[in-house]
């Protein structure tokens, strides 16, 4: 075969299998558990990535922040702009602005309390649940509490779980789990977090 | 002391690592760049994350896609819908859809042209070169006029390289490499990409 030819046969196999992979027929009927996890970036910018995906298919879309409270956000400020979006953020900001673990715990229960309606409900295509891998972290919440709730959520609602150290009992539940790992950081050369990059 | 003193005393510890990092202070006067690579999902989709983050501060975004020409996606349609970002998408879609290398290369090397003259032109905060990585794996650019490229972008531009398998070179160039790790993946148990969450 020509070099031409083995690219072409190449290719068929490609677009056969990238035509299989995207078939109606394997629509699995309910939404699918996401986990963004690892210690590198990309955990919450992938999620909102696939919100505005999820958006151009013009599905309905909620989000809950368990940690980044007060801190104003580049995303934050495109979705109160574009609106559609059901926003609810959690209480009073990073926990290290409260230092209050009282009051963190609070906090993070009324948002997951809120998570759990919305998941529930049957109004949404997709939740992001962002950052609330670190309020498990830090025990505001059990795993077992946030597997219930996914466990009741409506068949519709896909959920996204963000932020670094997932449980291993929600990764084992989920559909998907991906590793963010930082191979490079500019933090280590001195590059403080960048607007519109980092937040 | 009491845990809630140990707790104060952390977060407040965590308050000033957060605060030195987002200190204007640290701007390195240059866009970054940045490189989002692995086998697994989020790295087109955390690209996008990015954008909206961008867009948030009222930046000046542009994307230039290499692979993903005729398929339509969940992000193109909100992004057309929105306005604002300047889109470029690269022929006839698919390489497993051309199934003519010399065609490929082509489009590859128009679509590069372009990005080339989006880095250079000073008018962009923010570019994402969509699956370029794939375009440079393929071999239909080099990472040689890759990195020449993003050497001559303007100083207020970022950029965003995405695919896997970066070019070693290029992300010893970079300013940040994350690399995005499949841990669990529907496709495993038969289950197709999704609208909203895949594309």
Not at 13 to 30: F, I, L, N, T, Y
Not at 57 to 62: A, H, L, M, N, S
Not at 67 to 77: F, N
Request: glycine fraction near 12%; aromatic fraction near 8%.
């Amino acid at each position: 075969m020509t070099d031409a030819e083995t690219h072409k046969q190449k290719m068929k196999k490609m677009q056969a299998e990238h035509r299989a992979k995207v078939s109606e027929a394997g629509d699995p009927g309910r939404g699918l558990v996401l986990v963004h996890t690892g210690n590198g970036k990309g955990k919450s910018s992938s999620a909102f990535g696939v919100v505005v995906r999820a958006l151009g298919w013009r599905q309905t879309v909620g989000v809950v922040q368990f940690i980044k409270g007060s801190w104003i956000t580049g995303e934050r400020q495109f979705f109160d702009r574009l609106g559609g979006v059901t926003w609810h953020t959690m209480g009073e900001g990073f926990t290290w602005d409260t230092q209050d673990r009282a009051r963190d715990i609070a906090a993070a229960q009324a948002a997951f309390a809120r998570a759990r309606q919305m998941m529930e409900s049957g109004d949404f295509d997709l939740l992001v649940l962002d950052e609330i891998n670190i309020a498990l972290r830090y025990g505001y919440l059990s795993a077992e509490e946030v597997l219930e709730g996914l466990r009741a959520r409506a068949d519709r609602t896909g959920v996204i779980l963000t932020g670094r150290d997932a449980p291993a009992e929600i990764c084992a539940y989920a559909d998907l789990v991906t590793e963010m790992t930082e191979v490079k950081h500019p933090y280590h050369n001195g590059i403080k977090a960048q607007r519109g990059v980092d937040f």
